[in-house]
DNA sequence: TTAATCAATGCAATCGATTGCATTTTTAAT
DNA sequence: ATTAAAAATGCAATCGATTGCATTGATTAA
């Protein structure tokens, strides 16, 4: 078989032209001390010798690996993969690379991964953080040594950095609101774990869509769990078997609105008729279930730009002073057949 | 502002405990040669020192990165994104990282993407090729050199590696077949790209199966497009306004399935009675409209991990003499609405 | 013509971990 | 106790690109 060519080096190329390798390193990185001359013969010959620069020598002596990092709780989830392709279009256009791992929602690995990325010495980290996650050490590992970092959506307040979330609490009470307008008077909720801002948001602007209407905000009204296809389906059950049965739903993800419309559906009950139901995400299949869910459209494919924009550019302006920033991006209450009679 | 303290390196560890780097070195990495005491001693002097390996210095000395690179399409994508999510599972487990990257479909970016993975020295390639790619250089960068490289689903027939695929054309068949069997005669199709291998397959199936049942085949009755939800909707169109029209249509996905029902719910057929349909890929969405789309389901989480699993056997196997092999991967035609009256 | 200035290029150290080979230490056998 | 064998550790080169500083060559002003 074929024995593997060795790579030509910067070294090679310099002893083919009879100069330095500190000059063709120069010459290949565009550096304006060399003549316009050489740099035109150095890069020739560099091209004709099949020169491939070696990254990793590069990083080493650098200390810069040009490459992103990315935690997501589920990488097979619209929203987030929505968001990831965002991240690798900005990325990919300014030359970073973008590694990709997925937290499953579990703490200890968002902790591994954490590290696993730390040491592999990426240059910046984007993520949203796991539902278990409570404690921030791992994260506190970037942020103590200015590595950039920007969270979006499940978001860290203990944490200084850049932040993208959606105003989750004007969501929610414009689509509480838009409950109420129906006529609806009994609004119940599914939410998610309170922990997340994100979820402890849209429940907050849920009820004070409530108060706003004069509506008596009754705790019985809300069910918290994980927000999976299943919990939905145990919390749709939980809610009809209260003493005052809803006539609307506010679910705090389109998974679980998904999921009373099946019950619903299957259990007699007519949707949007004798339930009205409004999720939140815009997730591909609301747009074509009947009835088509209303719900909160999310700009994922836009978080992801912004939030890689904001990496890069504090991975490339050396003031460490930039003020952090929260940035909200708009939603949509895109109103369907699930909400309107 | 507090300055960067500069981090510990084994150096240091040898300078504190009065022994070499070497030693340190190989306590670090478990290597045998090292005595349990001496190990246990250097890792407690590590950990006190707050010790962090730096990754890029092995790297560049060993070569390797530990990193897989991955290139689909389209990462925002229920199928992309579940084999990401299965690649990622296996690679984690393995102590890889895994980089991603997507072509847009376009050869150019592709193209790029490949360079820079290869640049950046990744230990192997898992990729799906984009629609519009006809050649093959920046895909022979890597089997040139005996980087392991595998692919899935879109294949490229004229390189050698391992490939992950699923039976598109017995798949193809058994949809074509089902469609006959609930008495339809004319069966059309909406195809894609016949460059690409998959979808080729899928409509070799189609054929067949018309054959073998002894119907006719129409040129008329397949139009081929790439597969998007407008191009599906001019596709319907078309197979609607000529002369025979269809009764029955065999989607090579559910996109342009989910295209095809609404356009004839829009017009004043009804499906599956007047036309039944039978897309491929099962995407969310399908299980959930209505009515609810029959389809191939495709284990995308399975093929990933398989794929993960084969390119880093391949990376830590010396022997560059493995036979490459194309693993076919269980699909299932699963039954729903759209094509039972 | 000569010194002074600026533009190009070269020298050599450096980044931190790994590893083949040499050397020392320990263990076992006689 | 002595030596051979085995086990543990150390030495020093190495990976390839980058970069501060030194040096050379070219240009200009006096």
Known sequence: MMTQKPETTIHDIAKALN??????????????????????????TAEEMGYRPNV?????RTKRTNTIGVIVPLINR??????????????????????????????????????????????GLILSIAM???????LKLFSDRNIPLVFFDRIVD???????????????????????????????????????????NRQDGYCKALKDAGLDFDNSGVVNNSLTREDGVKAIRKLMKAPSKPDAIFCANDTTALSAILYLQEN???VPQDIAIVGFSNEPFSEVVTPAI????????????????????????????????????????????SSVV
């Open 294 to 337: 209303s719900t909160i459209k999310q700009p994922g494919f836009e978080i992801g730009k912004k939030a890689a924009e904001l990496i890069i550019s504090q991975i490339l302006k050396k003031e460490k002073t930039a003020k952090f920033e929260t940035i909200t991006m708009p939603t949509e209450l895109i109103i369907r057949k």
């Open 19 to 44: 100069i330095s390798a500190s000059t063709v390193s120069r010459a290949l990185n565009d550096n304006p001390l060399i003549r316009e001359a050489t740099r035109k013969k150095i890069k020739q």
């Open 158 to 200: 203990e944490i200084e950095a850049h932040k993208i979330v959606v105003d989750d609490f004007g969501a929610a009470y414009r689509a509480t609101q838009h409950l109420i307008d129906q006529g609806r008077k009994h609004v119940a909720m599914i939410g998610g774990p309170l922990n997340l801002s994100i979820y402890k």
């Open 132 to 138: 278990e996650t409570q404690t921030y050490d791992h």
């Open 56 to 60: 990793m020598a590069a990083n080493f």
């Open 78 to 123: 619209h929203f987030f993969s929505s968001v990831i392709s965002g991240i690798e279009h900005v990325a990919y256009q300014q030359g970073f690379t973008v590694t990709i791992s997925q937290s499953n929602d579990k703490f200890e690995k968002e902790d591994k991964i954490a590290h696993t990325l730390f040491a592999n010495r990426v240059d």
């Open 268 to 270: 007699g009950y007519r």
